[in-house]
C-alpha cells in the first residue's frame, strides 16, 4: 500500500536560510513522487515530479529534490528562502492505477521569518 | 486562459439539505477527480473520473455522489449533508491518468450547520 509521512507539520525558516521539508513514503511498487504547495486560498500548484528518470529533481522557483531509494525519502530543499516560498507544501505518491491517483501527505506549513 | 472552476466558492447551508458543487475544466481534460481538505489530514481523494461515465471511488466516498456525463462538468453532491462534511474541497483534472500536473481549482469551503 501506498503512504506518505510528511514530517514537522510547521517550520519556520529565516529570509535566505535553507529550506528543508521532509517526506517519507512507502509504496508497494516504484512509485511516482511529487510535490505540490498551495498558497493561500489557492488550489495546489505542482512543485516537481519524480518519474524515475534521474533522482535529483528540480522544479520551478529553485525547488528541488532528491529520490533516495535507500532512505524511502523525497526531501524538498530550496537554498535560500524568499518571503513568497510561505505557504503549505503536499508531498504526494501515486498508487496503482495511474501515476494520477495520487495519494497526499498531511502537508507542511511554510513560515518565512523576515 | 486554462481552468477548472468550481462554483460556489464559499457556502453555508443546514444538514440534511441536499446541495451540489459545480466543477468545470475547459482543457479537454478527460480524468477529474474531487479531493477534501481538513486540518492535520491534507488532501483526502473523494471520487475521480476517467473519463465520460467512468467514476470511481477514492479513499472516501461515503455521502457523495458524482457524475460525469460530459467531458467538461463534474460535479460533486452531498445528498444529505452532514457536519462532518465540513471541510475545504477540490476539483482536479489532467490530460489523462498519467499526466502530470494536475490542474486545480480554487477551492469550495462547505460549512454544513
Known amino acids: 500500500a501506498q503512504s506518505v509521512t510528511q514530517l514537522g507539520s510547521h517550520v519556520s525558516v529565516s529570509e535566505g536560510a535553507l529550506v528543508l521539508l521532509r517526506c517519507n513514503y512507502s509504496?508497494?511498487?516504484?512509485?511516482?513522487l511529487f510535490w505540490y504547495v498551495q498558497y493561500p486560498n489557492q488550489g495546489l500548484q505542482l512543485l516537481l515530479k519524480?518519474?524515475?528518470?534521474?533522482?535529483l529533481v528540480k522544479g520551478i522557483n529553485d525547488f528541488e529534490a532528491e529520490f533516495k531509494k535507500s532512505e524511502t525519502s523525497f526531501h524538498l530543499t530550496k537554498p535560500s528562502a524568499h518571503m513568497s516560498d510561505a505557504a503549505e507544501y503536499f508531498c504526494?505518491?501515486?498508487?496503482?492505477?495511474?501515476?494520477?491517483?495520487?495519494?497526499f501527505g498531511t502537508g507542511t506549513r511554510l513560515t518565512v521569518i523576515p | 486562459e486554462a481552468q477548472v472552476t468550481q462554483n460556489p466558492r464559499y457556502l453555508i447551508t443546514v444538514t440534511g439539505k441536499k446541495l451540489t458543487v459545480t466543477c468545470s475544466q475547459n482543457?479537454?481534460?478527460?480524468?477529474m477527480s474531487w479531493y477534501r481538505q481538513d486540518p492535520g489530514l491534507g488532501l483526502r481523494q473523494i471520487y475521480y473520473?476517467?473519463?465520460?461515465?467512468?467514476?470511481d471511488k477514492g479513499d472516501v466516498p461515503e455521502g457523495y455522489k458524482v457524475s460525469r456525463k460530459e467531458k467538461r462538468n463534474f460535479p460533486l453532491i452531498l445528498e444529505s449533508p452532514s457536519p462532518n462534511q465540513t471541510s475545504l474541497y477540490f476539483c482536479?483534472?489532467?490530460?489523462?491518468?498519467?499526466?502530470?500536473?494536475?490542474?486545480f481549482g480554487d477551492g469550495t469551503r462547505l460549512s454544513i450547520l
Open positions: 482543457m479537454n481534460h478527460e480524468y
Open positions: 504526494a505518491v501515486s498508487r496503482p492505477g495511474g501515476a494520477n491517483n495520487l495519494f
Open positions: 482536479a483534472s489532467s490530460l489523462d491518468r498519467d499526466d502530470q500536473p494536475q490542474h
Open positions: 473520473s476517467m473519463n465520460v461515465e467512468v467514476t
Open positions: 519524480y518519474t524515475s528518470a534521474a533522482t
Open positions: 509504496s508497494s511498487v516504484p512509485p511516482y
